[in-house]
């Protein structure tokens, strides 16, 4: 695989492109790349996308994480499974507590 990355650090690079195909790639393309044999599966975090980085001197490959919007029908139902829950919890709650203020707390 063919990484195509922009510099942060001498020690940190942003994957920008994943070239598979080295056939498409030119010289110059190529001498900019860096080689890796695989590449690791980003972990899938609610919420957040996963950006790859690279060593390019070690090859070392890691992610990182950052929060964007919800926008798609998955989450958004996920969230409205999960606020429908605690709306449950809050009014059972709340009902047992009106219980004990009207009645008393049971003997």
């Known amino acids: 695989m063919y990484l195509f990355t922009e510099k942060i650090t ?3 690079h942003m994957v ?6 080295e056939g498409v790639l030119d010289d110059e393309a190529l ?3 860096i080689i890796v044999e695989s590449v690791p ?4 975090k609610f919420g957040k996308n996963s950006i790859l980085h690279v060593n390019p001197v070690t090859k070392e490959l890691w992610y990182t994480y950052e ?3 919800l ?3 998955e989450e958004l139902a996920q ?3 999960k606020n429908e829950s605690l709306e449950q919890r809050l009014n059972a709650a709340c ?3 009106d219980d004990i203020l009207f009645n008393g707390i049971p003997q």
């Open 67 to 69: 929060d964007r919007p």
């Open 71 to 73: 926008t798609t029908e």
């Open 79 to 81: 969230l409205r499974t």
């Open 16 to 21: 920008i492109v994943i070239g598979y195909d």
């Open 10 to 12: 001498d020690s940190n």
């Open 95 to 97: 009902a047992a507590l």
């Open 31 to 33: 001498s900019k790349a």
């Open 41 to 44: 599966t980003a972990e899938r």
